[in-house]
């Protein structure tokens, strides 16, 4: 199969809003590719690559040797040629890498050295979530949607999936289920503005969860007797960086344990550190679970979430339990998540006491609830898109006013909330307000305030100011506001105060 095939599919994944249409886009390219390939065809179009970790960055992607003008690359040669990018180690490994990557690239289309950039930094921007390439498997198979799911949280692994679903249909796919030792894609939770918004979803005067969200590494822990495995978010093995999580579960009265839970670095205080900290590989990071999917011979996923908190109890102390208060009172619920924010935390998890463990999915069971925080800042540069972004202005670069300087200080950037409509609009504006370009940025007038809103604030040594906002996006652009009317960099190191003390 052509890599061009790949990439011709993930246009039209790009090109459209119907998600009808996305499916059937990636169902026929998935039944297109032969069994050999299918696993690299269906990490592909999920926009990701089959090796973890190639040592290319995105710096060596920005000179590009001239581009082939016709496809010639299969599936397989470009899969070879990440394979061998990952196993260069040691001396000379540099030089062999950038000369692997240059032929690799110029080997390809022009659309194709895209794509294969996108690939390396996670950017191919094409829409093809996981959800989408789950129906997809389906389609491609005709096999049930449901039964995709389902083989998917068990094996951690959509591409797998695939082969399974190609291989024996939903035979193949009912075999998979919870192995100890093998992670499972984690359960989300989808979002609610308010505490009383939340609880309205689940019906008045329904008893629910109300839980600690804390701002660390999410873990999944496999126990099997003495061997003891720790998962992150992506699935990754991070056993080796988390020796207290190792301790702490090698201590529980149980030889055989599936945990799900977060691991923060805490100051001597108690009070949790920035997520930064908590992320860097120097700070010992302590576990605190918050659920149990298995306990040595007797599977819980499908078991209600009031079971698996007996479980959880049951086997693992208070200490190393994520704060939670069962209650269907919105005031009692409400008190509960100031508590947690003032203990430093990110805001609070509420779930149904009867719902099973949806790995994989962001379901209805569970509803997260964090605090807003907004600021009018400046936009001080602009990217032109890539995908089906292409030929808009789009990353906005974000700037606070700086009172003792009379200029603005960086503090990240952001392409998260824009609707075709406003990109559109701010193509039209920007390029209105160009100064110079440098590559894709255009440097623009500092004139045009936005409201942003975000998660947290972070400590940067990338920006000037020393702070850069975390999970930006944008909330709409102010016209009724002047640059010199915008929020300050003294506004926003107040707000990190709290959080850096």
């Known amino acids: 199969m052509l890599f061009d095939e790949v990439v011709r599919a993930s246009a039209r994944v790009a090109a459209t809003r119907s998600r009808t249409a996305k499916v059937a886009a990636l169902a026929d390219a998935l039944a297109a590719a032969e069994p050999d390939e299918l696993e690299v065809v269906a990490f592909y179009l999920s926009g990701s690559l089959r090796q973890r970790r190639t040592g290319v960055g995105w710096r060596s ?162 126990r099997d007797g003495e061997a003891i495995a720790v998962h992150s978010r992506s699935l990754d093995d991070i056993t080796a960086r988390l020796p207290a999580v190792v301790a702490a579960v090698a201590a529980l009265p149980a030889r055989r344990l599936v945990l799900d839970g977060e691991a923060l670095a805490l100051r001597p205080d108690g009070r949790p550190m920035l997520f930064q900290d908590t992320a860097s590989a120097q700070a010992e990071l302590v576990p605190f679970f918050f659920d149990l999917l298995h306990v040595d011979d007797r599977d819980l996923v499908d078991e209600p979430t009031a079971i698996r908190q007996e479980q959880l109890a049951r086997v693992v102390p208070d200490d190393l339990r994520v704060e939670r208060l069962v209650t269907s009172d919105v005031a009692e619920a409400e008190a509960f998540s100031r508590r947690v924010l003032a203990a430093g935390h990110e805001g609070v998890v509420i779930k149904a006491l009867d719902g099973g463990y949806a790995a994989g999915r962001r379901g209805a069971n569970w509803v997260k609830v964090k605090p807003v925080h907004t600021l009018d800042l400046v936009v001080l540069a602009v990217e032109w898109g890539s995908g089906r972004r292409q030929g808009w202005l789009s990353n906005i670069h974000l700037g606070a006013r700086d009172p003792a300087t009379g200029g603005f200080v960086m503090l990240g950037k952001t392409f998260k909330g824009m609707t075709d409509e406003m990109l559109a609009w701010q193509t039209e504006r920007f390029l209105g307000l160009e100064t110079s370009r440098e590559g894709h940025v255009v440097h623009v007038r500092p004139e045009q305030v936005v409201e942003i809103a975000f998660d947290g604030l972070q400590r940067s040594t990338r920006y000037q100011g020393g702070i850069a906002l975390r999970f930006a996006r944008v909330v709409r652009y102010r016209d009724d506001k002047r640059a010199e009317e915008a929020d300050t960099i003294d506004t926003v190191r107040a707000l990190a105060a709290p959080s850096a003390s």
């Open 61 to 222: 992607l920005v000179d590009r040797p001239p581009a082939a003008d016709v496809p010639t690359l299969t599936v397989l040669e470009v899969d070879a040629a990440f394979a061998e990018l990952a196993q260069l180690a040691g001396a000379g490994s540099q030089v062999a890498r950038q000369g692997l990557l240059a032929e690799l690239m110029g080997a390809a289309t022009a659309a194709e050295q895209t794509f294969l950039a996108g690939l390396v930094t996670g950017e191919t921007r094409q829409g093809a979530l996981e959800g989408l390439l789950l129906a997809a498997v389906a389609e491609a198979n005709s096999v049930p949607l449901d039964a995709v799911r389902r083989a998917a949280m068990f094996a951690g692994s959509i591409p797998v999936v695939a082969v399974a679903a190609r291989a024996g249909g939903e035979t193949a796919l009912a075999a998979i289920t919870l192995q100890v030792g093998r992670p499972v894609l984690p359960m989300l939770a989808s979002s609610a503005p308010t505490v009383a918004e939340a609880l309205d979803r689940f019906g008045a005067g329904t008893p629910v969860a109300v839980e600690a969200k804390l701002d660390g590494i999410r873990i999944q822990v496999h």
